[in-house]
């Protein structure tokens, strides 16, 4: 009954064009969610650990009271490793000669052991009360060390117990 006439050369470039446009616009869009999702950082673990102390000295012990806190602001959850992960606790007497300080470690505490994961965005914290034999401590080194995915994350603070007694 009714035929179609012909396409015109005219429709024929626009649709070749139409064609071309959205060919290239998904390869643009491959490309950008390659970086974006594999090559970008912004799905990669990223922690922000923070540690804190105050020690205090009474009779013959030095209480340390040790505050950690673990932030997520990356955009994936984040597994805690219980193993490997843990806070250090040293102490530093009054040097007798000049040189570099020798530390002496006296335990080792596991750390947000009752966290084994961490959500984007969230923050965690945990605290001890470590007491050590003795006063007069020149100084104070917390080290923590924090494993997540297989990637390493460390802090550190030194405090000295008689600038924070009472």
């Known amino acids: 009954m009714f035929e179609n006439p012909p396409p015109s050369a005219f429709s024929t470039a626009v649709a070749n064009i139409k064609t071309m446009v959205e060919t290239a616009a ?3 869009g491959g490309i950008w969610a390659y970086y974006k999702f594999f090559k970008g950082r912004t799905f990669k673990p ?11 000295e009474n009779k013959s012990v030095t ?34 000669s000049e040189g570099a300080t020798e530390w002496e470690r006296v335990t080792t505490l596991g750390a947000f052991e009752k966290h084994g994961w ?7 914290a945990d605290q001890a009360l470590v007491s050590v034999a003795g006063i007069g401590h020149q100084a104070v080194k ?5 494993v997540a995915n297989g990637i390493e994350w460390n802090a550190l603070s030194i405090i000295e117990p008689g600038k924070n007694s009472k």
């Open 26 to 28: 998904v390869i643009v």
């Open 46 to 56: 990223r922690l922000e650990l923070a540690i804190s102390g105050k020690a205090t």
């Open 63 to 96: 209480n340390v009271l040790v505050s950690v806190q673990l932030k997520n602001v990356g955009l994936s959850k984040v597994e805690i490793s219980e193993r490997g992960t843990a806070l250090r606790v040293f102490t530093c007497e009054p040097a007798k």
């Open 118 to 124: 961490i959500e984007p965005g969230e923050t965690i």
């Open 142 to 146: 917390l080290e923590l060390r924090l």
